[in-house]
DNA sequence: TTGTGCTATCAAGAATTCTAATGAGGCTCT
DNA sequence: AGAGCCTCATTAGAATTCTTGATAGCACAA
């Protein structure tokens, strides 16, 4: 009989390709994996992976069985969820993962409803960027995690969340007009902050100058999202930012904000989730609370 | 995390109704049960069973956990078997249930195709009568049995296989015409054998000499399939078997078999497996041989 | 050749799962 | 009321399984 464990680590290998990647993924050795892969293979008395030197690969047929028992695994969670649904009061924990640029503005008040409505469900949040929070996804460590839309992953769930708008920011002294759209190649060289390179928010940006022919005077690559607001607030360097860091600047007396126009920029961001396992009922909850959050926050 | 053997656990106890029964049925103790069902109760943080003094209920929500699981434990079960139908040959066991009435005609040929195109594959033929049968695929003894249809059971997949018609068979000094149908009504005072009183073919067999005013006159019952077939050669007795096991007396010299008619008397047979585990692929193959045989005996 | 990546294997210790015995409660018959 | 029989729950120890860490082997690259 072929248990739950062993079909954790057989799918653990499909996915990262390799025995010592799932090892690390599922907290356990490469040993431990290994053996329990060898067992699977031998009662099904067929072949799952072809070793290479490089990690492995599925065979045909054990690509079917991946896709099997993904199924199974997710419906022995989904059956958890299910149960505890029918119990009186939501309790549990809730491990999130946010990009800092939601952390500023939308996470506060999710977290104060959720705290106030649900009282037993305990929430643990790791603000970080996507490439951390994706690799946390993936070993279990955190439920779920908000992060801006990529190319995909093999053993994740990604499902679009929401839309928001990219944003210049500058100081009083910028010549930006609050809350006047902007079209970026009309202006004077920039004095850019952007995220570095392995941010995806980066990419898109660039992409986006270069694409419409925008004037870069100077660049400054900055992780620290505290650290660029105060630095734009204080200089004449401007930064782009989403529309949903900026509630707190809604008056426009430190900072000055201008929607990026013709085009518009935008911000698609994306809740992943591990592939093999269903969201728990409170951290369902949880997203809504987000999702809801940052549409108000989007849509001001 | 709640494993396999847990689940089986909880639902032999929903569908034995009982921790004592379930356990009989998985081959342990009554005390491993009973700790595996309030581990998982105790994980799901829920009440699963209602416990009385003469067995146990399914509360609605552990109603809910069960059907879930039940999807579970059969997902990983098909697993397997799609996982080795990409092996080339097809082997391992197959544990047959079939009735007597079957056994005569029906059975031999088509284990020798089995045999024959399937050299790998074992075959186990249990003969008996539908509660034994149901018994032993209900303990998972069995993969599958076919039996007559009957008001269906908790744990069990029940589905038709074939219809054949009920005869009237005598021997040379019956009077009785060989191939001609005859109404039971019609009949001088019947000296009839038929099975014993929990046989469910004996019920179905009283109900229509009741229903269609047949006279009998004296009434016999025994369960010996080949006993039965040698006393009514060789005395003036009658008695009623299904088609398919009156292929070898198809010449009429030393019993005479006559479709009943005025109204037919049908037997249906139906296949029952365990509900929790799909068919292995040899067992599906072998059930088809079987049925095709039959098909071809009742067309006769 | 040496080094680096990978998986397989082994034996021992840790952890889990089973069992057998016993307990406690309810029902039914005498 | 008490004996007998049924139910499930609870233990402690036995049996099994899982996990680990060390090691071996293999393929490839420098």
Redesign the interface.
Known sequence: ?????Q?RSVVAVAEEGSFTRAAVRENATQSGISQHVATVEE????RLFERTSEGVLLT??GD??YK??L??LR??E???I???S??ETL?GPVRAGIMPVLARAALAPALERMACQHSDVSIHIMEGYSGALTDSVKAEELDFAVVPAFGGAVGLNVSHLARDREMLVGGAQSGLVHGKPVRLAELPPLKLVTPSRNNIRKARIEDYLTTHSVCVDRVMEMDAMFGTLDFVARTDWVTILPGVICAPDLDGTVRRIAPIDQPPLYLDLVQIEPARRPLSLQARVFLEELKKEVEELVAT
Chains 1, 2 share one sequence.
Request: net charge positive; charged share 25%; glycine share 6%.
């Open positions: 009989m072929i248990s739950l464990r079909m009662s099904l008395g067929i045909p047929a079917r069985y099997k028992i199924d199974v419906g022995s989904e059956a958890i299910d149960a505890q029918s119990r309790s």
